[in-house]
T-cell receptor, first 116, second 113 residues
Framework: AQSVAQPEDQVNVAEGNPLTVKCTYS??????LFWYVQYPNRGLQFLLK??????LVKGSYGFEAEFNKSQTSFHLKKPSALVSDSALYFC??????????????FGTGTRLLVSP | EPEVTQTPSHQVTQMGQEVILRCVPI?????FYWYRQILGQKVEFLVS????????KSEIFDDQFSVERPDGSNFTLKIRSTKLEDSAMYFC???????????FGDGTRLSIL
């Protein structure tokens, strides 16, 4: 069965500095990977996905993520953080070989706090 | 940009009562989902629905739960006899096909008293 780990409950970064939110995964096949962001009292908002192709994927609001198959990682990055990036970030995986071919499995989430 | 909409935003129900959570997926989407998030915990898959039938369900989705697409726009989650542990945020999601990201609504906060 697929699983996702987000090892950091919280990441603190100063505005203007680069940020990284870590994610590692475990699947039996080639993973479909996603990042979502959740603002207070809102649903999950899609940021970016990796299905195939270039290991570096770019998404909304200047975020990008790098797929690393050997390290089974899909870390979320942004070159210059904004205070408005402060939110809860979820990594998710879908295993197309799993009989639950549509199900997303989420990590526990990482709270990003960007200070002015 | 089209959105998934969920109603109500907050539902308070007595234990043992039936509750129906409503969702309007994005209009041209074909796959529909329910997830839940217990306070402070991760988002958990409940059920997926395609072509008017359940395509997958999790262990959480027991006989107390059911889903329905009663017309061309709504997608509902019914909990027949609510328990205290059903208290959570319930999210509806939809997508057009399996390679597209799932789009989530803002959720319904279900509080069981």
């Amino acid at each position: 069965a697929q699983s996702v780990a987000q090892p950091e409950d919280q990441v603190n970064v100063a505005e203007g500095n680069p940020l990284t939110v870590k994610c590692t995964y475990s699947v039996s096949g080639n993973p479909y990977l996603f990042w979502y962001v959740q603002y207070p009292n809102r649903g999950l908002q899609f940021l970016l996905k990796y299905i195939t192709g270039d290991n570096l994927v770019k998404g909304s609001y200047g975020f990008e993520a790098e797929f690393n198959k050997s390290q089974t990682s899909f870390h979320l990055k942004k070159p210059s953080a904004l205070v408005s990036d402060s939110a809860l970030y979820f990594c998710a995986v879908r295993d197309p070989l799993d009989t639950g071919f549509q199900k997303l499995v989420f990590g526990t989430g990482t709270r990003l706090l960007v200070s002015p | 940009e089209p959105e998934v909409t969920q109603t109500p935003s907050h539902q308070v129900t007595q234990m043992g009562q039936e509750v129906i959570l409503r969702c309007v997926p994005i209009s041209n989407h074909l796959y529909f989902y329910w997830y839940r998030q217990i306070l402070g915990q991760k988002v958990e898959f409940l059920v997926s629905f395609y072509n008017n039938e359940i395509s997958e369900k999790s262990e959480i989705f027991d006989d107390q739960f059911s889903v329905e697409r009663p017309d061309g726009s709504n997608f509902t989650l019914k909990i027949r006899s609510t328990k205290l542990e059903d208290s959570a945020m319930y999210f509806c999601a939809s997508n057009l096909n399996s390679n597209q990201p799932q789009h989530f609504g803002d959720g319904t906060r279900l509080s069981i008293l």
